[in-house]
């Protein structure tokens, strides 16, 4: 059981007191004395919450949650680098705080000009704009526009990077993703014992926004218990990308929040970041997830339901054939699935989830013949249904053995290549009574590519010709 | 290739009468790749293989419901957020634990996600009171329900549960996980609250299914709003245990948690019971 955090910030509450906010005061971009500096930083509110934008570097140099400080001051990177490799020089990386940016600031808005980019070796033919504007409800929307006028295309972008959050609570402070977490404070209180690119000792950790048992979602929330603050995507589309937490060594104080891309900006072309919003909040991650819900609730519908999905407790997950089993001895065979199914329907689940009735990773697609014939696998399903019960098979599709591809493909087309020009590859194979059950190493028939959906022999195969087929007599 | 796909295709629907599918490592193996692909022989750029991946389960959607309507079924391997348009339900590898994946949950409610259980009630509670399938994986999925009689008749109930209050699973607007309410003693308290429309209903089972009584405070205003509220506690079986109205913004409710078991509360606004 989680702490509570006070009940006077309530989802219902939180929303009366940004009214309060938003009526009383219009929020206008001001300017107001940075801490420990002789120039300005322009200072934006948005309900209870404030944000300084620092005018020599374009880096936020503070963030505050209704009075709590979560960071403090400018410092480290931001608001936006980028990676404009040079032909002596690949990693080279435009650091934008070493611009310094005209600033604009009218209305609940800022905006930052970078006319050419300060590199390692001078100015650059890059620009850039990023807009920091009030959202009047608590939270601030981030956008970041990079023109490439250089004769090099920009692989990576990395926006926003907001430098210098420091502690809320506890070392239990915590990076929470949409499935997993991350505690910075712990996981980098000492350097590890391997040195290997410690020399620097700048630890990072990045997650995949796509990663479905990790992540799935473009959001990521820096909380205590008390307090924290919500950087999120406002994108329905999927682009890859990573979220990032960074410090600028191990057992420091403060660390990065951040986000990057792989737009591979081509010379001549410009790239327009997605919105970001960033929610300062009191309490822990859970008042940061219901602010990105809602964006979710209007961006996204969901899959409809039906009346007896609504009520049914979920599904028996049934494995039919083990990879290298003895296959004259099968214990569970098609014809065994409706008694299967009705002792599932009468326990309440109405799914059955067939692991081991395909030829795994091989094509083309067949039942494993052990286990009975296309027409026992039918009859098995069609009394499964009778029972009130579907029979759904789990076939692979993205993993595929390249020997079984057909004749006269293009084999070199199919499949995903790193920059290398590598295929990646994967073995799923076990069996119980192997060491190791997973991956079994010296057997290769379920050794696969990761295929990918960008093929167009792929796609024409697969996917268009379940489409074709949904048409009348197609 | 074409051909024996095309193959494949007709043997799902009329070969094999089958009405969905499930992909396995459709939906998660983009990081598998780090979603980028530089195959200079496609068209995508090198960041678009995911968009590559979503067109390809969009189309494969408009397949099957354009066949079999609602009863389609097209399931894949965990989700992400666009996915949730599509997926009728998951077949993953996800646990339950301490409940990771609740933040996912919360800002997609109505999500359905299967996580496997090898039939611990304990687990079956806590997978069950918050709000997702249940993937059955007896004995690695080797095992029959028939030589589980009692699980069988656990399932029974909760299915009978479910029945019951199929709004505020499936059909829920909000997902609070353990918001706006405190438990006494907290260690080991699971208590998820799930709102649906001017109700909600607060489930609370035991993290290692210890019995144990627990003092419990819910915030009815920040739950439902302002207004008197009462609730009506309910044992698994349906059977009430009892009820609590205030109009202070607050119920407090002393619990009995029966070992491996759980306990609702069925909050509504007073005077709409």
Known sequence: MRKTVPWTATVLGFAHLFCVGGHGQTPSARPVPAPGRDSKAIELASGPNLLQVDRETGRIALISADGRTLLGEARGRGPFRLHLPLPDFEAHIIEAHLTRPTVEASGSTVRLNYAHLLGKRGPTDVGAEVTIRSTQDGGFELNCRIHNDTQTTIPQIFFPWISGFGKIDSDADQVTFGHSAFKPWQAWRTPPDHLFMQYRGQPSFEMLAGDGYKAGIKWMDWSGVAAGASLFAKQREPVTQFMLASADGYGRDTIDLAWYFYPFVVPGSSWQSPTFVLYPHRGDWHYGILKFKEFADRAFTPSPSTPVRDENLGQQCVWLGWAYQDWRDTPTKFKDLPAIAAEARRAGIRELSLLGTFNYFRLPHTILSPLGSDEDFKKAVEECRAAGVNAVPIISCRLINPETLPARSDSAEWFVENIAGQTLADNWSYHPDMIPRLPIRQIGSYAAYYACEGSMQWRAAYFDLLKKWSRPGG | ?273
């Open chain 2, 1 to 273: 290739m074409a051909r024996s796909l095309l193959r494949f295709a007709k043997k799902m629907v009329e070969t094999w009468g089958l009405s969905g599918v499930m992909f396995d490592q459709a939906t998660i193996t983009v990081h598998k790749t780090s979603g980028l692909c530089f195959n200079p022989r496609h068209s995508h750029r090198p960041d678009g293989q995911w968009q590559s991946l979503t067109d390809a389960l969009i189309g494969t959607k408009e397949y099957l419901r354009g066949r079999f309507g609602d009863e389609a079924i097209l399931a894949d391997e965990s989700l992400w957020d666009l996915a949730t348009e599509w997926t009728d339900y998951t077949s993953d590898w996800a646990t339950i634990g301490d409940e990771h994946l609740a933040p996912f949950h919360m800002a997609f409610p109505r999500a359905r996600q299967s996580i496997k259980c090898m039939g611990q009630k304990a687990m079956l509670n806590r997978i069950f009171t918050s709000g997702y399938w249940i993937e059955l994986y007896l004995e690695e999925g080797a095992a029959r329900l028939r030589d589980y009689p009692d699980l069988t008749a656990y399932l029974q109930s909760l299915a009978e549960f479910k029945k019951r209050f199929a709004r505020f699973f499936n059909r829920r607007d909000t997902y609070l996980h353990d918001m706006y309410v405190e438990a006494r003693p907290a260690e080991g308290a699971w208590v998820r609250i799930h709102r649906s429309g001017n109700e909600a209903l607060v489930l609370v089972t035991q993290r290692d299914g210890r019995a144990t009584k627990l003092d419990l405070t819910l915030d009815t205003r920040a739950i439902l709003g302002t207004g008197p509220h009462r609730v009506v506690i309910y044992s698994r079986t349906l059977e009430e245990r009892g009820s609590r109205s205030d109009d202070s913004g607050k119920i407090i409710a002393q619990i009995d948690v029966p070992a491996e078991d759980f306990v609702a509360l069925h909050l509504t606004p007073a005077a709409s019971r």
